[in-house]
């Protein structure tokens, strides 16, 4: 069965360092969104991409969290400086289309712990 | 801004009892999804409801979407501890962008 994948899982890391997190979606998914989730809270979206292009980045913190999306598979994001309050789980999510149901897959996520 | 509230925020019963989680909202939704998230890892779709009305079951969890698609309801029978986690809604609008409640979490205790 296909799935997201992500990486790392976990990741440490001092405040003031750069940290960055990779996403492949399910194949074919035109649609990949990146969520921050705050420990007991829903996911929270800060960025979602249509093949290569950024659709809505309205949430993201632009000064200091950056996404790409190049060829329009694979993703990236990036904090630079991370923060204490960044301190989350990311999750990347992939969708077939932009149109029907908005079913969204979501891989296993990201732990990331600011220091 | 569409917002979805969960209720209640957690729930913990004993094996073999049954329990409810509700979605609600102002908005009107084109669809709804449930998801189940365990500790450490990321949500799970369970089902997509989409028409006014509409009732699915998945083995023991019956899903219901409100007839004026605002709202919604996850009901479990007979609950097991293999269905603890975090449930959430969201809310599927324009441009395919969810909109996620702030998520219920069950503890079914053996």
């Known amino acids: 069965e296909a799935e997201v994948a992500q990486s790392p899982r976990y990741k440490i890391t001092e405040k003031s360092q750069a940290v960055a997190f990779w996403c492949d979606p399910i194949?074919?998914?035109?649609?990949l969104y990146w969520y921050r989730q705050i420990l007991g809270q829903g996911p929270e979206l800060l960025v979602q991409f249509q093949d290569e292009s950024v659709v809505d980045d309205s949430q993201l913190p632009k000064d200091r969290f950056s996404a790409e999306r190049l060829k329009g598979v694979d993703s990236t994001l990036k904090i630079q400086p991370a923060e204490l309050g960044d301190s989350a789980m990311y999750l990347c999510?992939?969708?077939?289309?932009?149109?029907?149901?908005?079913?969204?897959?979501f891989g296993p996520g990201t732990r990331l712990t600011v220091t | 801004t569409q917002l979805l509230e969960q209720s209640p925020q957690f729930l913990s019963i004993q094996e073999g009892e049954n329990l409810t989680v509700y979605c609600n909202s102002s908005?009107?939704?084109?669809?709804l999804q449930w998801y189940r998230q365990e500790p450490g890892e990321g949500p799970v779709l369970l089902v997509t409801?989409?028409?006014?009305?509409e009732v699915k079951k998945l083995k023991r969890l019956t899903f219901q979407f409100g007839d004026a698609r605002k709202d919604s309801s996850l009901h479990i029978t007979a609950a097991q501890p293999g269905d603890t986690g975090l449930y959430l809604c969201?809310?599927?609008?324009?441009?395919?962008?969810?909109?996620f409640g702030g998520g219920t979490r069950v503890l079914v205790k053996p």
């Open positions: 194949s074919g998914h035109a649609t």
């Open positions: 409801v989409v028409t006014g009305g």
């Open positions: 908005s009107v939704f084109s669809s």
């Open positions: 969201a809310g599927a609008a324009a441009g395919n962008k969810l909109t």
């Open positions: 999510a992939s969708s077939l289309t932009a149109g029907g149901t908005y079913e969204q897959y």
